[in-house]
Structure formats: C-alpha cells, structure tokens
C-alpha cells in the first residue's frame, strides 16, 4: 500500500510487537512455504464453510421441514458470538501465540459439524441441535479469525501483507462461488447432511495445514505495566472511536451487513418456497452470484495502485449498494439473472472494499493493540449480523421472504452515503499510521 505525500512516518516497534517476519524467498508468496500452508488451509476450511451456510439451512428446510424464521435464527445463532465475545477475545488473543488458538478453532469446528451427520444416523437431529452447532461454530470463528488477523503479520513483512490479503480474499470469494455450488450438488446426490460432514473434514484439513507451519511465532511481549482485561477492551475501543478512518469504516460495515445479512438470511427459503428451485440449483446460483467476489479480490490491489486507497474504498461502496435492488426482482425462469447480476455486482463491491480496508487496518493500526482493534471494529461490523437476520426471519415471516428481501436489499443501497460522512472523499489514498 503507497502512502500518501505527507503522511506520518510508521510507528516504531514497541512492547508487544511482532519479531521482524522474514522475507518471502525469490519468487513470491507462492515460494513462502508457511504461507502457503496457512493459505491452503484457509482454502479448504473457505470452501467447507460455505459449503455449510447452504447446506445447514437446506437441512433445516428439506429434513427437519423449519419455518422461515427458525432458518433466519440459524444464521444469528452464528454470528451472535461476536455481539457477546468478540472484545474479551480480542484483548485475550493480544496476550497469547495466536497459531495454537487457530488450531483449537478449526478442531472445535471440526467437532461440531462432524455431530450433525452422527445425529442424523441417530434419528436425534432436531433444530436445536443446528442452533448449538451454529453458535458453538460462531464462537470458535471468533477465536480463529481473530487471531489469523493478528497472525499473518508476524508470518509476512508489512510489503507483503496486502498482496497476501489479497490471495487469501480471492481464495476466500472464490469459495462462496465453489462451496454452495457444491453444497447443493452433494444435496442433490446423497442429502445436506452429507455436506455438513464435508464441513467437517475440510475444518481437520485446515488444522492440519497451520500444524506444519514451521515459522516460531514470537511470544506476545507482556506490557511494562500491568492492565486488566477490561482495561485493555477500552484501549481497543477508544482507537477505534477516536481515529476518523477506522471509525467510519466500522460504522458503514454494520451498516451495510445489516442489508447483504438480511437479504442473504432468508434468500435460500425464497428460492426453495417461492421460486420451487432444486436444491441443486439453489446452491449454483448462490455460487454463481458470488463470482464477482473472485474477480475484485483478484483486482483490489491493482486498483487501489492506480487509483488510489481511499477513492478505492468509495467506488467499493457504489458497487455494494445500488446493484442490491436488483436482487429482488428474482423469479422462476430467467429472471434468476437477475439474482446473478446483482449479487456478482455487490460481490464484486464487498471483496474489494475488504482486501483494501483488511491491509490497511493490518498496517496502519499498532500491532500491540491490532487483536483490540480488530474486534472492536468487527463488533459492529458483526455485531448487527445476528439482528439482521432475526429482523429478516421477521419480517419473513410476515410479509414473506420477497418483501423482506426488498426491503433489506433497499436499506443496502443507501449505506454507501456513509462514507462521504468521513475524510475519504478528501484523498486519493489512506493514511500509512495514525496522525
């Protein structure tokens, strides 16, 4: 990322930041063994976990026969652990190694979605049994990616982060067009349980992956003056509502997760219900409309080169918003293109916002303070996920998943109006520290 002219200088290292990460070998990232390990980990957890956020509802609708709501409350019962515990576990991982909390993360989830099969065969499963899974495998992804934010500083030199970010965002987005893709095939061929399973065994591939990093992660430097957990929140907290970019960051992030939440939380019970689409159909065109993901992580880093990091962010947010009301006017036949267009459209926008907002706030925050900063932000940013889509199964289950779907898609299109709020529309790129 190229800091702008006049920019403040990088701040020095300090108590608690990480040894000097040693360069990637000629070649590139590709070269780096670790973090070619820790990116095909994150490949195969990616597309096993969004293979579940098809599947697990099409178990919830097509086996156990749920509701509308009960299916939204699914999707908040995943992100409700960052509303409840992202803070705490943001100032714990700031304490600790973070590579053995990402392990635990992966076996817990790996735990998880292996006793949704198990009760299955046991003709136990109910849909409190996919409420325990879902918060249970939330809360570990709290720990998990909590932690990998923190990590892949120590792993990489500061040149190399965003072209690192970048891969694991395409790898990531690319898994949102592949994993429901899949999802809805192994539906279609031998049931949904069978693709939670695969959930599962993708969770033990990851862990395995971060096992065989060979790179010695330094122990976190304990501060020179003893703090409480609760103290080390605020610190965390009062950065992030202190400083003018992170701040209106978080706050369009909330914002607009409420509208792609909404929408997304009842989208799969308004193909199967309303549209009478397959199971198999249904995930290809989720995957389908994710593929817009694939290409903007693939151009962020380019863009943000040529035109610059803060205007980035900007064109980001147009593409977010406005092509979402063309989610709504989906229907039987062709008109499922238009769920594509405008899904690809706002795909395309999110990645891109995400690989540049995910490098600068890696870079530009102090790394004793990065784990704080970073649920902090996500707080919000997730915290508003799981009363999205309780809201959602609402008014799903009042006026049906085409009107929540309308209106959800409608409060996304006004949130990009929030950036212009802060001091991006003066710049052509973020700031390389705090001031």
Not at 180 to 200: E, R, S
Not at 201 to 219: N, Q, T
Not at 295 to 303: C, E, H, K, S
Not at 330 to 344: F, I, S, Y
Request: with cysteine; hydrophobic share 55%; glycine share 10%.
């Amino acid at each position: 990322m190229t800091a702008p002219a006049g920019a403040p200088a990088p701040p020095t290292a300090s108590a608690g930041a990480p040894a000097a990460p040693t360069a990637p070998p000629r070649g590139g990232l590709l070269r780096h063994h670790d973090f070619r390990r820790l990116w095909t980990g994150h490949t195969i957890s990616a597309v096993g976990s969004n293979m579940t956020t098809v599947a697990l509802p099409l178990v919830a609708v097509a086996v156990l026969d749920a509701t509308t709501f009960q299916v939204a409350v699914l999707t908040a019962a995943a992100w409700l652990p960052w509303l409840v515990a992202g803070l705490p576990v943001g100032a714990w991982v700031d304490r600790v190694r973070r590579r053995p909390v990402m392990i635990a993360a992966d076996l817990t989830g790996a735990a998880l979605f292996a006793s949704v099969p198990a009760a299955a065969l046991l003709d136990q499963l109910t849909v409190g049994h996919l409420l325990v899974v879902a918060l249970g495998a939330g809360l570990a992804r709290v720990f998990f990616e909590t932690a990998d934010q923190v990590y892949l500083p120590t792993l990489l030199p500061p040149e190399q982060v965003p072209p690192a970010n970048a891969r694991l965002h395409a790898t990531q987005t690319a898994s949102y067009l592949l994993g429901p893709g899949l999802a809805g095939l192994i539906a279609q061929l031998a049931g949904a349980v069978t693709a939670v399973a695969l959930d599962a065994v993708s969770f033990l591939a990851s862990a395995l992956c971060l096992h065989r990093i060979r790179a010695v992660e330094p122990r976190p430097a304990r501060p020179a003056v003893s703090t409480s957990m609760r103290r080390e929140v605020a610190d965390g907290l009062r950065f992030v509502t202190r400083d003018p970019y992170l701040r209106v960051l978080t706050v369009f992030g909330a914002a607009s997760n409420i509208g792609l939440t909404g929408y997304q939380a009842v989208l799969v019970v308004f193909l199967v219900r309303s549209a009478h689409l397959p199971a198999g159909l249904v995930g290809l065109l989720i995957g389908l409309a994710s593929l817009g993901g694939v290409v903007g992580a693939a151009l962020a880093a380019r863009l943000a080169r040529r035109l610059g990091t803060a205007r980035v962010l900007l064109l980001a947010g147009a593409l977010t918003g406005p092509p979402a009301l063309l989610i709504p006017l989906a229907g039987p036949g062709a008109r499922v293109a238009w769920l594509v267009l405008g899904g690809v459209l706002v795909s395309l926008g999110v990645a891109i916002g995400n690989v540049v907002k995910g490098s600068f706030r890696q870079t530009y925050t102090p790394h004793h303070l990065l784990g704080r900063v970073t649920v902090s932000m996500q707080l919000l940013n997730y915290g508003t996920i799981p009363l999205a889509a309780l809201l959602a199964g609402a008014l799903g289950a009042g006026w049906g998943p085409a009107g929540a779907i309308r209106l959800m898609t409608a409060w996304l299109a006004l949130t990009p109006l929030i950036l212009l709020l802060g001091p991006l529309r003066r710049r052509r790129d973020l700031p390389a520290a705090p001031a």
